[in-house]
């Protein structure tokens, strides 16, 4: 019997901690920061991402820190940060840049 064997690639466009992605939640697109990387646990060894988005969720300008995981074939890379930028500035990045908006 012969067995079957699942190659697993590195993508040259794997997603990094501290990038901007897009994704899709429902009906709409939103932005988030890839907070951490969860490895090869993705069907066929595929990277799994942690995210970080923020909501309005009272209608009050308040916005409140929303995190998930994702399988990275489900966003969107925005742009590229440094790898030693740290997730806390990139949140705060990310807030300034809704709160001017």
């Known amino acids: 019997m012969a067995h079957k064997t699942v190659e697993k ?5 794997k997603i990094r901690v501290g990038q901007r992605v897009r994704f ?4 709409s697109a939103r932005e988030a920061i890839v907070i951490e990387d969860r490895g090869p646990l993705d ?3 595929g990277q799994v991402v942690r995210i ?5 969720y009272a209608g009050d ?3 409140e820190p929303v995190e998930t995981e ?8 925005l742009d590229e940060f440094p790898a030693t930028v740290s997730t806390s500035q990139t949140s ?3 807030i300034a840049k809704i709160n001017v908006a």
């Open 9 to 13: 690639s590195v993508s040259p466009d």
């Open 24 to 27: 899709h939640r429902g009906v």
């Open 43 to 45: 069907i066929g060894g």
């Open 52 to 56: 970080r988005y923020f909501v309005d």
């Open 61 to 63: 300008g308040v916005l």
């Open 70 to 77: 994702t399988a990275a074939r489900n966003v969107e890379i």
């Open 92 to 94: 705060d990045a990310i």
